[in-house]
């Protein structure tokens, strides 16, 4: 009898064992780890006369174990090892480009679920928040962010052991306009005075009011307030000499109305 012999292979190389017994067209079985091999797609098994073999195509790291073969009372026992090959990115990461207050998606593929993937924006690694997902779908990598803004543009890049891939984010801002403009007023002095104004996306930043083209800011008689896209001014007390234009200025987003105090 000639026993089985020790493999040690690379991944996705074919491993071969063949075992010789005294007998010719004796039935034999395969096992690995104890569990009976039996045929598809990428395990072939065969006999020729007094050899037995068998075929494990394109082998991955968890086909490594020990394999056995058995015939009547006879059997023979060897060991696969199969070497991990090194990750690569096989599709890497392309510059997208996103709109404002949407989801995007940075995806790229590797060549094995095996990795570990760190991102990184801009040099810094990104950390997972309610708006930002890292995902780990077999050999696809994504970073997902929901409700895109301006300032997630930059440089994302994924590293996947020794190998790194960028793209660049750019996002376009949403056309800030406004959708509901101030309307004209007339009121009785000493009545307070209410303009409101709408624009179509919500910022960080305060617009700019003006009656008669000096600066409003809050004061005692005063008020200033925002909720979302709605801005509103409140003026507490009024004289006639305060008749005039009032103005809304939120970057590109403007409007005016007249006030008039009688």
Request: glycine share 4%; net charge negative; aromatic share 6%.
């Amino acid at each position: 009898m000639q026993d089985l012999e020790d493999l040690y292979i690379q991944e996705d190389q074919n491993a071969v064992f063949m075992c010789e017994v005294s007998l010719e067209e004796v039935a034999g079985e395969w096992y690995k780890d104890g569990h009976k091999i039996r045929p598809s797609s990428t395990i072939k098994i065969r006999s020729e006369g007094t050899k037995h073999f068998l075929l494990m195509c394109n082998v991955k790291a968890e086909d490594a174990g020990e394999i056995r073969f058995t015939a009547r009372d006879v059997e023979s026992i060897a060991y696969l090892e199969v070497e991990e090959l090194p990750v690569s990115i096989v599709k890497p990461l392309r510059d997208r480009t996103a709109l404002e207050k949407h989801r995007v998606i940075l995806e790229c593929t590797v060549s094995s679920a095996r990795c570990c993937a760190t991102w990184y924006k801009d040099g810094k690694e990104v950390v997972p928040s309610d708006r930002v997902e890292i995902l780990d779908d077999g050999c696809s990598l994504k970073l997902v962010i929901q409700e895109v803004a301006v300032e997630d543009e930059g440089t994302y890049s994924v590293e996947v052991g020794e190998h790194t891939s960028k793209a660049k984010l750019m996002v376009e801002a949403q056309a800030l306009v406004v959708v509901k403009h101030l309307e004209d007023l007339e009121v009785t002095e000493p009545d307070a005075a209410s303009f409101q104004c709408q624009v179509s996306v919500a910022i960080n930043k305060p617009p700019v009011w003006t009656l008669n083209g000096e600066n409003l800011q809050p004061g005692p008689w005063v008020h200033l307030e925002n909720h979302g896209t709605t801005y509103k001014l409140r003026l507490k007390s009024t004289s006639t000499d305060m008749s005039g234009v009032v103005k809304f200025t939120l970057g590109k987003a403007r409007s005016s109305a007249s006030l008039t105090v009688k």
